[in-house]
């Protein structure tokens, strides 16, 4: 096994950090790994905002939930899907490019660009022996964040990735089995054989928890799923896409 | 620079494959790398299939747009947005998980993880030694690929990732310069500058091309865009992933 594999197999979120900034060498190498992923016809439908005001920081990691290692890390990264370069170049082009923008096409693209990227700023941090972690929180509320980046039309911060030094020890959470996350030349849907995948997987998953926590926690993974989808969180986010000019059409 | 990074930065698209499978190894080491990628709550949210059929592969590279080197590869991954198992959890826990799972909200988290896991997966084959090219092509006709590869409600296939022994040397592809892709703090929005950057970005691109083709192509950047958005590509888009009961709340 190499090295690259050996780093993402360690993958693990970390979510306490040294006061030790990165440096700028630091991120701009993060950046430049991130900017080297794939993209779709090379349309690079992404931004990446870097926060260093300890202000806004705080702001973000209490729009985010609450979470201080949102601004207690040596750096946060903002990805956004970002399609307004593109919205200017049909003026300057004198292109018409509205429909291609707001379609929901356009708006996968970008969503997938801005992810391909920051797997790569992920993977690059923890190859320089830094800790991660992803902060999906920011969609808690897009509107205030977006305020606060100054982000234009056709512009959505996605998620946060929050780098630095680790501070703590995690383990490694168990995935799914490979043979349930992997099919071979169609998809096997039948429900039996998925609940009996499921059954095996809670189980794996409750003694991890339970080995952790010193018998305290045993969850299951469909109980914790069940409990996660039945709060319906985060569903202005059609309307707020929609107003971004995304996937409208 | 660390060897993970540097694969990164070496990544260039490739097309043309040796004919020679990957192995089994290869293939499980692949998923098992895309599996460790973050996932939002511990969702999982996605399915990979791997397209072994040599019958099905000439129908996905002709679905895509005619592209060879989807059947003439080592392997064929196909990368899904799948919420299929959380729909089934939701009845098999008593849970009512209908309002999340047609969410926006969580149409993105789908879409996020597999770009995730994706990115990867594309990283650990190249750190193997192996060449890749995502196949957003088979976007052109997702109903007859999701019949193909019989994806139930709840399942979108997003793009592919074909991953081979490459056959020809390719050029990596210069991206936006990074204070173009990289902001400080606040989105930079103000139009005069971005003009300005992706003129001097279209030079850089220009320049790549016409070294390239001995002076043949000087394509601008902002007119490669401009020609692709004006095509009105996959309009059929939110149509369908609406009716795979996504992104409809």
Partial sequence: MNQTIETMLNHRSVRKFKEENLSPEQIQMIVEAAQMASTSSFIQAYSIIGVTDPEKKKKLA???GGQDYVSESGHFFVFCADLYRHSLIGKWENAD???SIMSMEKFMVSVIDASLAAQNAAVAAESMG???CYIGGLRNNL???SEL???PEHVIPLFGLTVGVPDQKTAVKP???FQSIYHENSYRHQKDTVKQEMNE???AISAYYHERTAGK???KWTEQMAKMLQRKSRMYMKEFVEGKNFAKK
Wanted: charged share 40%; glycine share 4%; aromatic share 4%.
């Fill in 143 to 145: 509107p205030e964040v």
């Fill in 62 to 64: 209490k729009l985010a």
């Fill in 149 to 151: 980046l100054e982000t």
């Fill in 217 to 219: 926690r045993s969850d």
């Fill in 175 to 177: 995935r799914m089995p």
């Fill in 130 to 132: 830094l800790g991660i």
């Fill in 201 to 203: 997987y809670n189980e």
């Fill in 97 to 99: 490019v509205d429909d």
